[in-house]
Each structure stands twice: as structure tokens, then as C-alpha cells.
DNA sequence: CTGAGACCTGCGGATTTCGCAGCAGTCCGC
DNA sequence: GCGGACTGCTGCGAAATCCGCAGGTCTCAG
């Protein structure tokens, strides 16, 4: 009747969560379907998780848990930035002379960043900034960005509308 | 002892959220904390929440309600896409003729695009897109999306790796 | 064979969620 | 000034959920 993910576990994927080489865990179809669940609504209760993927609800909770504690995924709650005061964002592109992940760093230390990546092709790091008002945004781009040792240049891309965030890896 | 928020709501701010011109609602004070609360664990309690912003549990779940409703914020379990899966991520810059609007919502259209805003630089669009392998991002770049009528020329950029990705607008 | 470890189930008791009735303050129109 | 509509908060009791824990099963290693 409802969907049973899986039943019969026969040996491989018993050890639902293992470090895999690469040190991120490997996840068993169970999990993946767990957080499918959580990815549509972050409160679902235990219980009816259990039924949609076919597990006790006791067994969800350790699992989740475990996911929580593993830094799989967290969950928690968004917003559109401008809904809550923040109403400049920009992407900004950098390339870097020397060591690309120094740079990361510091980057990944300010709080108006909100996302950093190192990247292939013409920009070596892509980083997303968050500011209340364009001085704001002046001011981390040209004093705190463009300062840093090693930043050969910048480009910078001002949002003027966001039109989709989705949060549904795995969902599809 | 607990941080309260506010006491005597003075005019002004009864309403917790209501329109203004541009179509955002505004947050008040008590509804930011709400969701401060939410953005560092998504299933804390609601009595918890209320102890946190003075107020009562049922007054937090009327305005989380409100909130949810109103696409203010969602309570999401969010992960890291390499955990679940998808091995290829790439930011894609695109420049278009014509009606930028109108690519951009095709953008939206597509599983793979994870997110997509209009921006002012030398790119009309930035757009990301999660896949699983690399022919799998080869086939939603070159033949999904530069194959859209009015798309002048892309440029991506792969990720080779992500260092930040937070969710915390509004906790500074 | 035996012990350790991972994972699941079942089950009470504590906690949380939920729906609703009641109350207070504001903003109308009359 | 005074109802009436509206919004938001509180306080409750009932229902549902969460939580911890004591087993049980399976697998692997020695």
C-alpha cells in the first residue's frame, strides 16, 4: 500500500551511514527517503516518516539524529533575505595569485558571506554576499574582499531579482 | 533573566506582519527572533521558542503558522549535495537578448536548476544547477539551456569545491 | 562459539502539539 | 462615543508526538 522503500536487507547496506574514502558517509536508499521527507517539511512528525519509508518511528528518530550529529543535513529554517532587512546581495567572482583555499578561508570568516565555492574556469572562487544596504555592499567588496593578500581582481554581479532557491536535492 | 523581546507592544507593531508597497511583508522584532530561533534548530519546540521571545506557545505557533504561510520562511531539511549524490555542480553565467524575465522563468522550469537570479555585471543571470554526473551537466548546459531562444552565451564555472554555505540571514 | 557493534522494534512516561473559547486593543463607520 | 469587525495573545484540556530504554536480530572478527 504505501510505498516500503525496502525490506529485505540483505547484506551491502545494512550500516546505513559508513564512511566511505573520500570521508563523506555514504547514505542507504532509506535515508535518502528520510530526508526526502524532511526536505518538505522540516517538522514532520517521527511517526509518519516511519510509514512513508517504511521504518518504526523509533527508528527514524536515531536515524535523523544521526544524520543531525554526522552533519549530513540540518534542519533548519530559510528566509528570503529581503523579507528579513537585507536588501543588497551580490555574487562576486575572484581570482586569486597563490594559494586559492587561503583566500577561501578568509572569506568563509566574514559574516556577510553566506556562500563560497572555488571554482573552474575564468573565476577561481565565486562568493555570495548578504548586505543590509548598498554601503554595506561597498564596503565589504572594496575594502574587506579587495584587500585581502593575493586577490588579483574581482567582478562583481548586484542581484536585482532572485527568482528561484530551491532546497530539493534528492527530491526527484 | 530570559532575554524578553519586547513587553508593551506601543502602537506600531501590533500587526506582527503586514504588506508594504513593494508586496514583502515587514517582520517585527519578536517574529525575527522567532525565526532566529528556528534558523539554529528547525524543530525546536514551540514553548521553548515563546520562553526565548516572551511569548505564549500558542501565540509562537500562530505566528510560525502565519509565517509558513505566508512563503515568509520554510522549515526544511537542507544537505550537501555531494552527500546525496550529485557529483557535478556549476555556475552558469548567461547573457541573453530579448526578455531576460522570460529566460530566467524557463531557468526556474528545470529539476537541475537549483537557483536563479537576475543580475546587473556582465552576466544577465547567474543560475546553478546540481547533477549527478558530468553528462549530465554537459547535457543540461549545451543542450537545455543554450539552446533556449535568446540565450546569447553562457559561461560556466564548475565547482570544485564548496568551503560555506549557511542559512543564518538575520543571526548577526 | 562468543563477544562486540549496528540497527531495529515495542513500550510506557514526559512533553509537545493542536484546537478552541475568551479577552484585550485597534480601527473603522455612524 | 459606541457598536462591530479584525487581529493577536492567553489558557486550557485532549490528542499526538517525542524520548529513553530494554530487548531482539543480524553480521563480523577472533
Redesign the pocket.
Known sequence: MHSEVVAS???EQ?????ESRNGTPHLDA?SLAIIEQLQEDG??????I?KAV??????????V??LLDQGVMQIVAVTDPLTVGFRRQAMVGINVEGDVEKIAEALTDMSEVEYVVMTAGSFDILAEIVCEDDDHLLDVINKRIRSLPGVRSTESFVYLKLKKQTYMWGTR
Do not use: M
Request: aromatic fraction near 4%; proline fraction near 4%; charged fraction near 35%.
Open positions: 536487507r540483505s547484506a545494512r550500516d546505513s551511514t559508513r532509506v517538522r514532520r512528525p517521527y511517526a509518519a516511519g517504511g521504518l518504526s518511528e523509533a527508528a527514524v528518530r536515531q536515524r539524529q544521526k
